[in-house]
T-cell receptor
Framework: SQQGEEDPQALSIQEGENATMNCSYK?????LQWYRQNSGRGLVHLIL?????REKHSGRLRVTLDTSKKSSSLLITASRAADTASYFC????????????FGKGITLSVRP | ETGVTQSPTHLIKTRGQQVTLRCSSQ?????VSWYQQALGQGPQFIFQ???????GRGNFPPRFSGLQFPNYSSELNVNALELDDSALYLC??????????????FGEGSRLTVL
């Protein structure tokens, strides 16, 4: 079953614009992570935010977490054509065996 | 470059056959997990190994089995292949430094097609 649900399913923007992707989840989490996947290849870890954190930054990435609403957002600023990929949020549940539970992903297209 | 390598990259099998997929992770990555990703879906957790013992399993039948070896390599075995087993199989490792809930380092995957 899907713990995380990303929104929107697909996003198309112009190079230089910001991209905002959202993720909602259902149960208490230890942390939430965002991953990127190019064309059905392996996933690359982008950023991890713990349940006691509200915001984190990494380069052009900004992630927020609202545990009261069970939601997170990933902002990519000043997008580039190379940011075109699928983005997944994944949760590590409280008390779980540290497995990641992924959503279905968001397809981001950045037009040059 | 995650330091996790998988083989083979692509393979085709027929229904009822058996398959073994292999993964090699970095030194010091003592936790390895396997995920199945069907087309257009997110990865689904199959199982996890820590110090060569299975310590977590997702909703997959017993015909999915695995092994982890002391040299940071691991295997995923699938018996009696079904058409729905066609997917990208991803191996992921976690470092000791990252803790039990830290980030995963993924390989490029093995794409299995069952005919």
């Amino acid at each position: 079953s899907q713990q995380g649900e990303e929104d929107p399913q697909a996003l198309s923007i112009q190079e230089g614009e910001n991209a905002t992707m959202n993720c909602s989840y259902k149960t208490s989490i230890n942390n939430l992570q965002w991953y990127r996947q190019n064309s059905g290849r392996g996933l690359v870890h982008l950023i991890l935010i713990r349940s006691n954190e509200r915001e984190k930054h990494s380069g052009r990435l900004r992630v927020t977490l609202d545990t009261s609403k069970k939601s997170s957002s990933l902002l990519i600023t000043a997008s580039r054509a190379a940011d075109t990929a699928s983005y997944f949020c994944a949760t590590v549940l409280t008390g779980a065996n540290s497995k990641l539970t992924f959503g279905k992903g968001i397809t981001l297209s950045v037009r040059p | 470059e995650t330091g996790v390598t998988q083989s083979p990259t692509h393979l085709i099998k027929t229904r009822g056959q058996q398959v073994t997929l292999r993964c090699s992770s970095q030194s010091g990555h003592n936790t390895v997990s396997w995920y199945q990703q069907a087309l257009g879906q997110g990865p689904q957790f199959i199982f996890q190994y820590y110090r060569e013992e299975e310590n977590g399993r997702g909703n997959f039948p017993p015909r999915f089995s695995g092994l982890q070896f002391p040299n940071y390599s691991s295997e995923l075995n699938v018996n009696a292949l079904e058409l729905d087993d066609s997917a990208l199989y991803l191996c992921a490792s976690r470092s000791l430094a990252g803790g039990a809930t830290g980030e995963l380092f993924f390989g490029e995957g093995s794409r299995l097609t069952v005919l």
